[in-house]
């Protein structure tokens, strides 16, 4: 695991670029300016013509990178898929938490500086999810077996559902990274979102980094509306 360093808050706020194109996705990096700093790149746009190159042309401008591709293959293949990962320059990546995956992971960055995070249990499962797809724990108690494994294999950080980052906080290592999606700022449209909380509620509940996506991409001045959640944050850091 690294060593938590204190973060600014322009390090906070992690957009989801959940966009069709790479030219819709720099369309919007474009309008969006200074504003955000980390872009999260997941299936839709990594695995879309160009989606690897995009990541890597952001990072020579100077953004920072979340790749969100869940790996989890047998040891070789997720050690190997991320050393090539790796030389996009990203500085996030993200793996099922799985133990023998998460060992992979560990091993496959070697001395790089890519940050590992591990998804504890996908929040579109519920306990029935997990019973059918042959698990004996709910989803509570397997996120938290999960989060103690990630520690334990020396992840840098979780992604959890913001309203679970409070007793996760309580149960492990104070200082493994938090990163919570499902955020809505106050009086937005929860979407598919089923446990959504504002960003300065996440950051409150002991949240690092928040992901949000369709708050912003949705809004007719998405650089205002990140700027509005830029606000948030910075009045939640100086209120803590
Ligand atoms: O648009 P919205 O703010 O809901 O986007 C949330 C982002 O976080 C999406 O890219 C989604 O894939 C991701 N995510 C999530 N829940 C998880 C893990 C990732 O919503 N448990």
Redesign the pocket.
Known sequence: MKKKTPLEPKDRLIL?L?LPSVNDARYLVDKIGETVSIY?I?YRLGYAAGGLELAQQLVEQGKQIFL?FKLHDIPQTVSQGIKSLSRTGASFLTVHAYPQTMRAAIKGRGAGDLTLLA?TA??SYDDTDAAEAGYALNIHDLTARRARQACESGMDGL?I?ATEAKDIRAIIAPHIELIT???RPFGALA?D?KQTMTPGEALKAGADRL?????I?SANDPKEAAKQIMDEINEALTTA
């Open positions: 989801a959940d999260k997941g969100d998804v996908l929040t992604i559902a999606p499902g955020i979407n979102q992901v949000i996506g369709r708050p991409l």
